[in-house]
Nanobody
Framework: QVQLVESGGGLVQTGGSLRLSCAAS????????VAWFRQAPGKEREFVAG????????RYTNSVKGRFTISRDNAKNTVDLQMNSLKPEDTAVYYC????????????????????WGQGTQVTVSA
């Protein structure tokens, strides 16, 4: 049974930074695609960042480019999301996800491409 657990969320002021981490059990991240999504109240779940495989260059949604960085630590079997220059519009519940290696770059932005999800961690950015 696969289980993903996020940590690192919290409250931060505009311009601050947070680092989210996702730890997996029952799955080796290096053999799967990984991604971060977020969902704000009243909005659909939105792709934030991800990579189709360990050697692939990560992809980001335009609103976080230059501010967020996704990284893998294969030795620890974790996936991190470094978030800098945070803005109030970044406020959301953040979820990590993973899926099959067959996930393509074209499909990686769709939640349907992932079969394992974390419980989510709240990120709140205040002015």
């Amino acid at each position: 049974q696969v289980q993903l657990v996020e940590s690192g969320g919290g409250l931060v002021q505009t311009g601050g930074s947070l680092r989210l981490s996702c730890a997996a059990s029952g799955r080796t991240f290096s053999s799967y695609s990984v991604a971060w999504f977020r969902q704000a109240p009243g909005k659909e779940r939105e792709f934030v960042a991800g990579s189709t495989w360990s050697g692939a260059s990560p992809r980001y949604t335009n609103s976080v480019k230059g501010r967020f960085t996704i990284s893998r630590d294969n030795a620890k079997n974790t996936v991190d999301l470094q978030m800098n220059s945070l803005k109030p519009e970044d406020t959301a519940v953040y979820y990590c996800a993973s899926g099959p290696l067959s996930t393509t770059t074209r499909a990686m932005g769709g939640p349907e491409s992932y079969d394992a999800w974390g419980q989510g961690t709240q990120v709140t950015v205040s002015a």
